[in-house]
């Protein structure tokens, strides 16, 4: 994988592995030339380091580039671009199948430019892993996962065919089938090789594992010691077809651990302290990695579990690194004893591999938590930062139904008992505020976490024992995120515990957590709304964001899977555990949640008895060969995909529409109007499609007209691959407020000058009518969660030139510009509230015109008002995707010319 041309350092050697040769880039040739201190830089940035030294060709990676990382200042603000060449891209179906889709239609443009439809393929190894698209439409009963996945393929036969296609049409990418697992725990449990290796002329050559994945939470792999970090769609692709990422040599937090969890504290616990502390912190842009004596009481699932969340707590990455912990468990999780050998020697070689007399690194700043002082915790209503200690959660329940409920105050006993009567298949019952409607054991977080899964059905078990049931109006479910949970639960005979309180298996996917929680009971829903009920979702997930997990839902927690189990007994949010009863055993007598929870103790014990070493060979035995339905669809033939125009999930995107072989002028953006005027804290999944598809939405109106009964809408994230559908579901979340037409929630806009209310989609056709370029006008963390490419793409396709903001999300910000969508930041403290912007005025951004230049300051006029905004272009390689009007076609034209000169 190297494209090094020069080796200023002369780092490449060679060791003895075993009876191998083994060629790899020795850091402390650096320590030997005298520069830096190579030995006390974070072990992410010696990662970084190694990279920069394999690919050194004078151009995109100069001796300049690897003296300034190798001599790098902790406290210096990022201002050293570098071009960092990952080893491999991940992707899941939601983001992969669009990516996918692009690689078809750049492929089609290439053709027609000349080129050859071969010479476009991933140049790095590529695995996309479904997982994705299952959603839980049955749920407690033994058929559920069976049915599930009938419903699965019924849905997404047509994306499935294409990824059949593209994966014997495409070089270097590889498809893992539906029901396998979630891409995560994927990825560590089997893909993750830690350390590549790949032959060059003949020679083996060693090298660190790196990628960058579609997924925000692709950051779990940093627990095993692997670099990677989540990126949009575009830059992925852009990464598989061999272009260098530019980034900014980051700052790097240390985190130090120190201690061990105390009795009845869990990893999820653990977690949602340190996205807390670090939200607080503020660690946007920067890697954080953990050390000190801590760790060596954390099990690489625990430190997952941390990294897994690192878009929650806003950093680039969680990184731990490569120690004696990380060996046990690669040997354990079934790679082979080589491999483990390779790993091992090679860490150890380079000054890769943690030991406890190692120099403790240098950071740019430090925090520091005892393991010990971890309490029970939840986190919610609506975002993974806002830790509720467990013994606070029912006052903190008050809190939030009032404040739901428009009260302000706390809610009194009248508002937290108010509901309705409601008749299911499960009986008669009253369902009340803060009554849990949806407990769903998902999401890669924990599901990777053997410890907490196991405490999930200990509970289960006890609760059983003593008599215990779930309420009859909570939707329970269970999602592991690979076959091997299941594999460990029969072993040691919980999976019939869970099944007997209702969390049987719904599917091996990303379920709940993304949105794809299915229905709840038609009578619930109903009363919800006709009551306007605030009913409740706990979850083992990641994400809490408002209008994600259900649209009958408006309060979400994440919790801990056995916490999970606790609340689905209790069904409710409003109980205090320590001195409120989850229910009453046969003899009547109360039984409260410390009466069932399991000892660390109970948790060890079962865990040696569950797993076993073969339980991971032989799941992923033949992890790419799928089930009878995936071997049975017919793979489309062709390199050059066949597009159905009647089709309502595949559909040649417009990107690379009229595209020519030179850029035009940059010109400054004028007579613009504001589209939406948001507030702080805005995520993708306010941006970005997702979710379930309303009947009354401009998507479901497409999707009527084109045959398309409401049952088979399916997800936004489903049809990804239909660019007609996911722009019109840009911006119509229905929790997305535009201030622009105030009251209002949902994708409503007013269109301008008329001052007409109408659908975001609607007014953005009508202004494209009239050639009106369209800005956003936001807050601060614009753009935060999930790397969804379609917050970007959809943008763009809207006609938005331009995002104010007051501050960015890395990897939105990020897609942005690969849109060719200018993110721009208000400057000198100044907010859109500062400077009196109503977003009814016209604006013209000047300074564009005649060239850009990293982070220029550039010039607004709105109306009467005149201000300075900073262009966040951050680097040379930016600025070019930026005049190519995004990284795809500057991909395409360099290609182009490259083969017109060759």
């Not at 090094?4 to 060679?14: G, I, V, Y």
Request: aromatic share 8%; with cysteine; charged share 20%.
């Amino acid at each position: 994988m190297s494209t090094s041309k020069n080796d200023s350092f002369q780092s490449r050697a060679t060791i003895q592995v075993g009876d191998r040769q083994v060629a790899l880039y020795r850091l402390d040739a650096l320590t030997k030339a005298g520069v830096g201190d190579v030995a006390t830089l974070p072990y992410s940035l010696r990662i970084l380091l190694e990279n920069l030294l394999r690919h050194e060709d004078g151009n995109t990676v100069t001796k300049a580039d690897i003296e300034a990382l190798a001599s790098w200042d902790p406290s210096a603000t990022p201002s050293e671009e570098v071009a960092y060449r990952p080893a491999r891209v991940l992707l899941q179906d939601f983001t992969g199948v669009p990516a996918v889709v692009d690689l078809a239609a750049m492929r089609e443009a290439f053709v027609e430019m000349g080129g050859d439809a071969a010479d476009i393929n991933p140049l790095r190894r590529s695995d996309l892993v479904i997982d994705h698209s299952v959603q839980v439409d049955t749920y407690g009963t033994a058929g559920a996962f069976r049915k599930n996945v009938e419903i699965e393929y019924q849905r997404n036969r047509e994306r499935y065919l294409f990824l059949r296609w593209g994966q014997q049409a495409f070089e270097n990418l590889s498809v893992v089938p539906p029901g396998t697992g979630i891409v995560h725990q994927v990825n560590l449990e089997y893909l993750a090789p830690v350390v590549f290796s790949s032959d060059e002329g003949g020679v083996t050559v060693a090298y660190p594992d790196t990628l960058v994945g579609t997924d925000s939470h692709t950051t779990m792999i940093n627990g095993i010691g692997v670099m990677g970090w989540g990126v949009g769609g575009i830059e992925a692709e852009a990464a598989q077809l061999g272009q260098p990422i530019p980034l900014l040599i980051p700052q790097v937090v240390g985190f130090k651990l120190t201690g061990r969890l105390p009795e009845g504290a869990t990893a999820t616990d653990l977690v949602l302290t340190v996205v807390e502390m670090l939200r607080r912190k503020g660690v946007v842009g920067k890697f954080v990695e953990f050390y000190g004596d801590g760790l060596d009481h954390l099990s690489l699932p625990d430190r997952a579990t941390i990294a897994n969340m690192a878009p929650e707590y806003g950093a680039t990455m969680g990184f731990f690194p490569v120690d004696d912990e990380t060996l046990a468990y690669l040997r354990f999780s079934g790679r082979a004893p080589e491999q483990v050998e390779l790993v091992e020697r090679y860490c150890k070689e380079q000054g890769l591999f943690r030991t406890a007399d190692a120099p403790e690194p240098r950071f740019t700043d430090t925090l520091a938590l005892d393991l010990a002082t971890v309490v029970p915790s939840i986190a919610g209503p609506k975002r993974p930062q806002d830790r509720i200690a467990l013994s606070q959660s029912k006052p903190a329940w008050h809190k939030t139904l009032g404040a739901l409920s428009g009260k302000g105050a706390p809610a009194d006993e009248a508002l937290r008992s108010a509901g309705a009567e409601v008749t299911t298949d499960k009986g008669s019952f009253k369902l009340a505020n803060g009554h849990v409607v949806i407990a769903a054991i998902t999401s890669c977080t924990n599901t990777s976490n053997p410890n907490v899964m196991l405490a999930a059905g200990l509970l289960a078990r006890k609760a059983r024992a003593k008599g215990l049931n779930t309420k009859p109006w909570v939707k329970t479910s269970l999602a592991p995120g690979s076959q091997v949970v299941t594999e460990y639960y029969k072993e040691v005979d919980l999976l019939a515990d869970l099944e007997a309180l209702g969390f049987h298996l719904v599917g091996y996917g990303c379920t709940t957590c993304i949105g794809n929680s299915g229905p709840v009971h038609e009578a619930i829903a109903k009363a919800v709304k006709d009551n306007d009920m605030v009913v409740t979702s706990v979850l083992s997930g990641n994400r809490n964001f408002e209008g994600r997990i259900s649209p009958v839902v408006r309060a979400n927690y994440l919790a801990s899977p056995p916490l999970v189990v606790a609340y689905a007994l209790a069904g409710t949010l409003d109980i205090d555990f320590e001195s409120q009863p989850l229910g009453q055993d046969g003899d009547g007598k109360d039984v409260f949640l410390r009466d069932i929870w399991p000892s660390p103790q109970e948790v060890t014990e079962c865990l040696r008895q569950a797993i076993k070493s073969e339980m991971y060979t032989e799941r992923y035995g033949q992890v790419f060969d799928g089930d009878d339905d995936w071997r049975a669809l017919a793979v489309p033939a062709g390199d050059i995909y066949a597009w159905d125009d009647s089709s309502t999930y595949i559909r040649k995107p417009s990107f690379f529409d009229d595209i020519k072989p030179e850029v035009d002028p940059l010109t400054d953006i004028k007579g613009a109007r504001v589209m939406a005027m948001l507030g702080d804290s805005v995520t993708t999944d306010h941006i970005s499609p997702a979710g379930s598809i309303a009947v009354d939405s401009p998507a479901g109106k497409y999707l009527v007209s084109k045959g398309v009964e409401p049952k088979d809408f399916n997800s936004y994230g489903s049809r990804r691959g239909n660019h007609e559908v996911m722009m019109r579901g840009t911006f119509a979340n229905i929790r997305l407020r535009n201030l622009l037409a105030p009251g209002t929630e949902g994708g409503i806009t007013r269109h301008l000058p008329d001052g007409a209310q109408m659908t975001i989609y609607d007014a953005a056709m009508k202004y494209a009518a009239d050639k009106v370029p369209l800005v956003v006008l936001a807050g601060t963390e614009y753009g935060t969660g999930s790397s969804r490419d379609w917050a970007a793409k959809g943008t763009y396709l809207l006609g938005v030139k331009a995002v104010i903001a007051g501050s960015f999300e890395r990897i939105h910000r990020s897609n942005l510009i690969g849109m060719g969508v200018l993110p721009l930041e208000f400057a000198g403290g100044q907010t859109r509230e500062s400077l009196g912007l109503t977003g009814e005025e016209v604006y013209d951004i000047e300074g564009i015109a005649g060239g850009l230049s990293p982070r220029q300051s550039l010039t607004v006029r709105a109306g009467d008002k005149t201000f300075q905004v900073t262009c966040r272009l951050d680097t040379p390689q930016e600025v070019e995707y930026y005049v190519h009007g995004g990284i795809l076609r500057y991909v395409l034209r360099t290609k182009a010319q490259a083969k017109k000169a060759g």
